[in-house]
């Protein structure tokens, strides 16, 4: 086999294994550019951990029938203010990082919502 396909076929069988342990692990993990939903359910966020490349949008949105909740960032970054029963707070992330959320009525309900840059995956154009 000759190395740029061994080493496009080891990129895919990364990309693969981060892909079941993503789902594995209840981790959502979304494209560039697009839109990913998180509910705020009861006292829950689901899902409780995602992934998303530089660009997207996370739209929270609370899911119960009777209770407010925020999706306030832990270094005070984003504050979606009072969200009554089926509001929306958006956010599009334009930085990497790891960026931690609560709810400012129930700080229990703490997550995170982590920004990275997207994989590519290309042939090595490399000499051996």
Do not use: K
């Not at 979304?30 to 839109?35: E, I, P, R």
């Not at 609370?62 to 970054?77: F, G, I, K, L």
């Amino acid at each position: 086999m000759r190395p740029r396909r061994i080493v496009l076929w080891a990129g895919l069988g990364l990309a693969l294994g981060i892909l079941i342990l993503a789902v594995a692990t209840g981790i959502s993990v979304a494209a560039a550019g697009q839109q990913e939903s998180v509910a705020l359910v009861d006292y829950e966020f689901r899902p409780s951990d995602l992934i998303v490349p530089v660009g997207t949008t996370v739209v929270w949105t609370n899911t119960t029938t009777s209770t407010p909740h925020t999706v306030t960032a832990d270094d005070a970054s984003f504050d979606s203010g009072n969200l009554a029963p089926g509001g929306t707070f958006s956010m599009v992330f334009t930085t990497p990082g790891t960026y931690r959320y609560h709810c400012s009525y129930h700080s229990p309900l703490a997550w995170s919502v982590r920004s990275s840059w997207p994989i590519f995956l290309r042939e090595c154009t490399c000499p051996f």
